[in-house]
Structures are given as C-alpha cells and as structure tokens.
C-alpha cells in the first residue's frame, strides 16, 4: 500500500458532544478547535503530509446567529494560542473557501495565519472555511469557461487540466477521508478531491478524536487494496 500522502476529515459531532456533558454547543466548539492542534501534531508524526480539515461549511450559515458568531471567533483564539508552535514545527496553515463572504476579522486572522506560516514545508494543515464542494466546482467551470472565451485555455479539457481551477489546486488528491461522530455522509466536502479515496466513518465525536484513533483509520487504510478501477494480476 502507498503511503497515505492526504486525510481530509469531516469534523462532526462537537454539539452533540457537548449537549451529552450538559455543556452549551459553544464548549463542544471550543474542545474541538482545541482537537486541532493535537490531531495536526499526531499526523505529521504519522507521516501524513496534507491534513484537510472541515471547519464551516457553506450550510453552517443556516446554524443561530450565536453560534455562527462564535464559530467566526474562534480562528482568531486558535491562532492567537497555537501559531507560534504551529511555526515551529514546520506546518503550513492554507485556508480554502470562500472567504470574502467571512467577518473582515475573521478573514484577516486566517489570511495572517497563511502569510506567516507560508515558507514551512511540514504538514499543510488545510483549513475548509465557508467551503462548499459543488460551489468550489461551479467557481472552477465558471474560471474555465472566461480562459476559453479569453482564449487563454482550449475547450476540450482533461481533468488534470481542471483541477487546476478547483481550491486544492497545490494538493494532492485525498487518500482517506474520516468523518467522525457516526454519520455516514460526505456532506458536500471535497467532492472532486475524494473521487478514489478510502472512507472511515467512527462513532467518536470530533472533540474526542484522539491520536490512537487516527492511527486506527490509518491502519485500516493501510490494509485495503486500492485498485483505482484497476484489477491486479
């Protein structure tokens, strides 16, 4: 088995966590961003080069403004407690997403985070935030289609070609997916990007995530014939 370069992870369940303590949603949030710092140290132990992770989707819009408020917020307590360790260990920090449509505080926070970790060559740890997949799609087709009428780009296109267009442009394709907290969806995340990739779906919400269980996903992939639509002699 290859090794597994990229995991993208659907980081689910930290509500449902919280509200099984008697705990508002906000401190299952809080206890999941948290998770990020731990779970990021445990891949590049791992090995893993590119960790892309699931923060706010393009849907979450729809969740209370309180909680949408406080979700904008907490980039900026990540950062301002983690990035200073997060340099020192070699990780990159890449936002993907829509972020114009973000706070100005909020977008100002993740873009410091890029600017300022933008020489390392670690873990890409890969932030998906106001991120949508068909959205990231229809954005690409829209790009391409301007470079054809432009003439800077010819109609008939392979789909390397395209992948071009698309956020994750500089990553590889994603070798696991992992969705925690039980539910067996992929909820509009990196649709294009897990096209072969092996998918995990634990029980454990998001803020208990730990290290052991990433290395049980990892053993499990590790243990699978991927055959990409191949048959092997």
């Not at 600017?115 to 740890?125: C, E, G, I």
Request: net charge negative; proline share 5%; hydrophobic share 40%.
């Amino acid at each position: 088995m290859e090794q597994c370069r990229h995991v993208a992870i659907i980081m689910d369940g930290n509500g449902r966590w919280a509200k099984a303590q008697g705990k508002p949603r906000s401190a299952g949030h809080l206890a999941g961003s948290e998770n990020v710092r731990t779970i990021a140290i445990a891949a590049s132990e791992l090995g893993i080069e590119y960790l892309t992770l699931y923060a706010f989707s393009t849907e979450n819009w729809k969740r209370s403004k309180d909680e949408v408020g406080y979700l904008m917020k907490l980039p900026a307590v990540f950062f301002d407690k983690y990035m200073k360790e997060l340099i020192e260990r070699g990780f990159r920090i890449r936002i993907i997403g829509e972020l114009d449509a973000l706070p100005a505080d909020t977008r100002a926070v993740m873009e410091k985070a890029e600017r300022d970790s933008a020489m390392n060559t670690k873990l890409s740890l890969n932030i998906a935030m106001n991120y949508g997949s068909q959205r990231e799609i229809a954005l690409a087709a829209s790009a391409f289609a301007k470079d054809v009428l432009a003439g800077k780009a010819a109609p008939d296109i392979e789909p390397e070609d395209f992948e071009k267009y698309l956020m994750t442009n500089e990553f590889p394709p994603v070798d696991l997916l992992i969705r925690t907290s039980g539910e067996q969806r992929i909820s509009n995340y990196l649709l294009w990007q897990i096209a072969y990739a092996e998918l995990e779906f634990v029980p454990e919400a998001w803020p208990e995530f730990t290290p052991e269980v990433l290395k049980r996903c990892l053993d499990e992939y590790y243990h699978r014939d991927r055959r990409f639509g191949g048959v092997k002699p």
